[in-house]
């Protein structure tokens, strides 16, 4: 990146806007958000096979007058979440670096993928604690703030957390709106009713399919943005 070279001595005014410019320019060229909402949301998608193609363990389970409700963990797609984020994290980190090297810019994507993989230490280290402990109500429902906590801490959840901490890093308005949108079609969840009374292992897949889409819509979104110079 070149920028046109200033006087010494010359308007500090002007200086100061050059300085301002040119810091502009590097943090647009360092952004690759279009990168890791891409994977992020083939690793969405990808969860889909795991959940049909798995059971859940079932345990305390009590009579009820249609049948019976019992404790379900599913522990593949659980193993999946981890392994595959993890993975995940570590091949935007990659892909940052190249990127960077190739535009010859030192990459920002450090704090972002060090939080995303303690936020999916937190997740797993959460749901270890739910299985052990089986905080939860039963038979019953949780209340309204503790499932929210656990919508938070799950791995869809997680994605969004830490997709705010890349909107900070990037100090890019549209992606922190994004991020916050969503969070909100993860944790209302928002689902236009699709899927509604599907039960067992066929009962992810609606919310799976509409987040994978959001952060897949997303990644096209910005990296257009990106090509026509749209830089905020």
């Known amino acids: 990146m070149t920028s046109d070279a ?4 010359g308007d500090p005014r002007r200086l100061l806007a050059d300085v301002h410019n040119l810091t502009r320019q590097v943090r647009i060229a360092q ?5 890791p909402l891409l994977i992020l949301g083939l690793v969405t998608f990808g ?18 007058p249609n049948g019976e409700v019992c404790r379900a963990f599913y522990i593949a797609p659980s193993i999946y979440w981890w392994t595959a984020l993890t993975v995940a994290y570590i091949v935007i980190a990659a892909g940052f670096l190249r990127v960077a090297r190739r535009r010859g810019l030192g990459p920002r994507v450090r704090p972002y993928v060090f939080a995303g993989l303690a936020l999916v230490a937190l997740s797993a280290a959460i749901t270890a ?34 997709l705010l901490v890349l909107a900070w890093l990037e100090r890019r308005v549209t992606l922190l709106l994004f991020a916050t ?6 944790l209302v969840p928002v689902n236009f009713g699709w899927g509604a009374g599907w039960h067992g292992d066929t ?23 990106h090509r026509r110079g749209l830089s905020r």
Not at 181 to 186: A, D, E, P, Q, T
Not at 203 to 212: A, R
């Open 47 to 64: 969860a889909i096979p795991v959940y049909l193609l798995s059971h859940p363990i079932l345990s305390d389970c009590r009579a009820i």
């Open 203 to 225: 009962q992810f897949v609606p919310q799976l399919v509409i987040n994978g889409t959001v952060l897949l819509l997303g990644s096209a979104g910005f990296a257009y943005a």
């Open 129 to 162: 604690v739910f299985v052990v402990a089986n905080p939860l109500p039963y038979p019953g429902t949780p209340s309204r703030s503790a499932e929210l906590l656990l919508r938070t801490l799950d791995p869809t959840g997680i994605i969004g957390l830490a």
């Open 6 to 9: 200033v006087p010494v001595g």
């Open 181 to 186: 949108i969503y969070l909100v079609v993860v």
């Open 31 to 35: 952004r690759v958000t279009w990168l």
